[in-house]
T-cell receptor, first 112, second 113 residues
Framework: DGGITQSPKYLFRKEGQNVTLSCEQN?????MYWYRQDPGQGLRLIYY???????QKGDIAEGYSVSREKKESFPLTVTSAQKNPTAFYLC???????????FGSGTRLTVV | DQQVKQNSPSLSVQEGRISILNCDYT??????FLWYKKYPAEGPTFLIS?????DKNEDGRFTVFLNKSAKHLSLHIVPSQPGDSAVYFC????????????FGRGTSLIVHP
């Protein structure tokens, strides 16, 4: 079955440590995205990528980094520079920019 | 500045009744609108969309209405079922949906048996 997989579902890290969230899709989608969800804040765009080896900052990119070395994979690193990293992170993909989003099931990151 | 606003954080409805979820937008360039449904600890799933050339789109129990002059859209669920209990996100895009959508903050719908 085609889909988008985020792992792990729950992640705990100590303050000051970098952590990488995985996102893999086998939908052959060109575009991939990372969103952050906080209570009462909706979905805020962190980074997106339209093609391999290219990515763009979203609305809240500070303290995050991404890579897109393969079409299927778009990992997100939450760095120690991110002031408030505890949140629910969602990865999505679409055939082209904007259309036909498929979301992963999310990763709950807790920094203690 | 929020370009897509869902002013009701939560809505409680009795099973069998109509649920009406509202969404307002400020950007006149938006011409494609989507509703997503999200259960806790899961990713959102696409529910229904509408283009600005229409004022209504229906899919089973779900109908979306668009009032372009008021920059307002609403999602009607009739009849509401307990399984509809979820967070509903309104999203808006430009250029026929080819731009990355902007999401509202969501409305949590609770349908009581």
């Amino acid at each position: 079955d085609g889909g988008i997989t985020q792992s792990p579902k729950y992640l705990f890290r100590k303050e000051g440590q970098n952590v990488t969230l995985s996102c893999e899709q086998n939908l052959n989608h060109d575009a991939m995205y990372w969103y952050r969800q906080d209570p009462g804040q909706g979905l805020r765009l962190i980074y997106y990528s339209q093609i391999v080896n290219d990515f763009q900052k979203g609305d809240i990119a500070e303290g995050y980094s991404v890579s897109r070395e393969k079409k299927e994979s778009f990992p997100l690193t939450v760095t120690s520079a991110q002031k408030n990293p505890t949140a629910f992170y969602l990865c999505a993909s679409s055939p082209g920019i904007g259309f036909g989003y498929t979301f992963g099931s999310g990763t709950r990151l807790t920094v203690v | 500045d929020q370009q897509v606003k869902q002013n009701s954080p939560s809505l409680s409805v009795q099973e069998g009744r109509i649920s009406i979820l509202n969404c307002d937008y400020t950007n006149s360039m938006f011409d494609y609108f989507l509703w997503y449904k999200k259960y806790p600890a899961e990713g959102p799933t696409f529910l229904i969309s509408i283009s600005s050339i229409k004022d209504k789109n229906e899919d089973g129990r779900f109908t979306v209405f668009l009032n372009k002059s008021a920059k307002h859209l609403s999602l009607h669920i009739v009849p509401s079922q307990p399984g509809d209990s979820a967070v509903y996100f309104c999203a808006a895009s430009a250029s026929g949906g080819s731009y990355i959508p902007t999401f509202g903050r969501g409305t949590s719908l609770i349908v009581h048996p």
